[in-house]
């Protein structure tokens, strides 16, 4: 539905974008993540027809972004990250009119505005001022702007910037509402925000695509899966050195001292363990350690997280190579 190959964008001496490629499938969600400053938004009002590409292409639904501009915007749904709001307007009558400038016929407007309304929980507020409702429900009318024509892709730049947490959840559930029926990209720098909307990630860090793959292959395959946080009694370095001789286990590291019943006990050592995917050997840790003179106070088991994966392909200094998403997997290599 949505496909970008090789797209820059310079400005002056400075290149926003390098070569950015990724797709979106027909009724997904992909999460455009990235931190601020990343190319996030030159993206999207690139997808959105708002700023011209220097390089590479960009097609939605089959047609060109560049060549055939208007039509893209027939099928697409757009918000900024500033909703583009008439204060003044009640809710009903702005989308009544965005309708009307979209193209919606006359026939189908009442229906489309009812159903936009309804999607976005808004039939309650359709004849409040817009400068009346809260930045939640504002939002809420950037989205149905955005969806009142029934485009099959929509655009969302930060739709959750400066919501408090009950709106958050409440805009995040209006937006996975509408995947199936509509493509959607999401472009966001909130962790939280893409592993629970989004089935598949793409992640930009200083204007380049570093990997695109679902959020669950990325924490796998690119901080070696789960493992173990231990609390042990004994010398940290020499515990190190045992553990490493169980086969599953890729890192053994010590982690800070943490107080345990708001004391600092600091004849304890804390270690986490890397384990290669799809192992197990939990037992076997316990067991090393034990037979070598340790005693084992607490272990417990830890999974890597989205917020793993991000600061592994954000901090590095030397960008990784844009990865498909069958190549991601070499990064762990």
Known sequence: MIEVEHLSKVYGSTRAISDVTFNVDKGEILGFLGPNGAGKTTTMRILAGYLPATKGTARIAGLDVHENSLSVRRQIGYLP???PLYPEMT?????????????????????????????????????TIIRKLSKGYKQRVGIAQAIVHDPPA???????????????IDVRNLIKSLAGDHT??????????????????AIINQGKIVATNTPENLMTQLTGGSGYEL??????????????NVTAVILVESIPTMATHGMILPERAYLRVVTQPGTEPGSEIAQTLLRA?????????????????????????????????????????
């Open 231 to 244: 609390e042990i009694r004994g010398e940290a370095s020499l515990a190190k050195q045992v553990l490493q």
């Open 154 to 168: 929509i655009i969302l730049d930060e739709p959750t910037v400066g919501l408090d947490p009950r709106q958050i």
């Open 293 to 333: 003179g340790f005693d084992l106070y607490e272990m417990r088991r830890v999974s890597a997280t989205l917020e793993d994966v991000f600061l592994k392909l954000t901090t590095e200094e030397k960008i990784q190579p844009t990865e498909s998403v069958d190549e991601v997997s070499e990064l762990s290599k």
């Open 81 to 83: 990250e500033n909703p």
């Open 184 to 201: 959607i990209i999401l472009s966001t720098h909130i962790l939280p925000e893409v592993s629970m909307t989004c089935s598949r990630v």
């Open 91 to 127: 809710v009903e009558g702005f989308l009544y009119f965005v309708a009307r400038i979209k193209g919606v016929s006359a026939a189908r407007r009442k229906e489309k505005v009812e159903t936009a309304l309804s999607k976005c929980n808004l039939i309650d507020r359709r004849h």
